[in-house]
């Protein structure tokens, strides 16, 4: 399934309040019958549009980065550096494992999640997947601190980064979402009603 760049809005400039309540928003609480992954490129706001969601949803979220630096007690960027980035890759599969085996949440995965056909395995059968599409020109206008990212060096190695993973995003998606001039809460309404749709989302009896 895909929803397209601006369907739901005439400009590109769109600009969502979500203090307004939108039509059909109900603030009952819901249950989500398997983990929500979000994956993408760096930059394509999945923190941010899980975070949203889950307070849509009233249910709870991770960041598996934020996971990651929390078990090992060091930012990213020091476990880069310090031990490389296989051994990142190792913890990274590690962690996701064990997310996908807890209680279902939303789950926003770094931007290489996709690398490992292990991951892959993990995330198609073991949840749904919400890719957020972005290009590496539109990420890189939206990364302000690229030091936190130990690979997003400069915009030519980013697009082809990007290339190189796009059918890897592609394979794992359940739910394909163009991000281009769309903002995080508008994102996080559309996807909320799609797992409503697909049952992913129940509502709490
Ligand atoms: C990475 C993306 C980062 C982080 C690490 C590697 C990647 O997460 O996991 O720096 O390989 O694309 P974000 O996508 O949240 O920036």
């Given at each position: 399934m895909t929803l397209?760049?601006?369907q739901n809005c005439g400009n590109s400039e769109e600009v969502f309040d979500f203090r307004k309540k939108p039509a059909g928003?109900?603030?009952t609480t819901y249950v989500l019958n398997?983990?929500?992954?979000?994956v993408g490129f760096m930059g394509a706001g999945k923190t941010s549009v899980a975070r949203k969601l889950a307070r849509m949803a009233s249910v709870a979220s991770m960041d598996l980065d934020a996971y990651i630096e929390r078990h090992c007690d060091k930012k990213i960027s020091d476990i880069f550096a310090e031990s490389g980035e296989e051994a990142f890759r190792s913890i990274e599969t590690n962690l996701l494992d064990e997310l996908a085996e807890g209680d279902p949440q939303l789950i926003a995965?770094?931007?290489g999640i996709v690398l490992a056909s292990r991951n892959r395995e993990?995330?198609?059968?073991?949840g749904y997947v919400v890719y957020l599409k972005v290009t590496a020109d539109e990420a890189a206008g939206r990364i302000s601190d690229t030091s936190t990212r130990p690979l997003f060096n400069d915009l030519e190695s980013a697009r082809k980064t990007?290339?190189?993973r796009l059918p890897l995003y592609e394979s794992v998606a359940d739910l394909t979402v163009d991000t281009a001039g769309r903002s995080t809460g508008s994102l996080a309404y559309d996807i909320f009603e799609t797992l409503k749709k697909e049952g992913v989302l129940c509502q709490q009896k």
């Open positions: 397209e760049s601006g928003y109900n603030p398997r983990p929500v992954f979000f995965c770094g931007g993990i995330l198609k059968d073991r990007m290339a190189g």
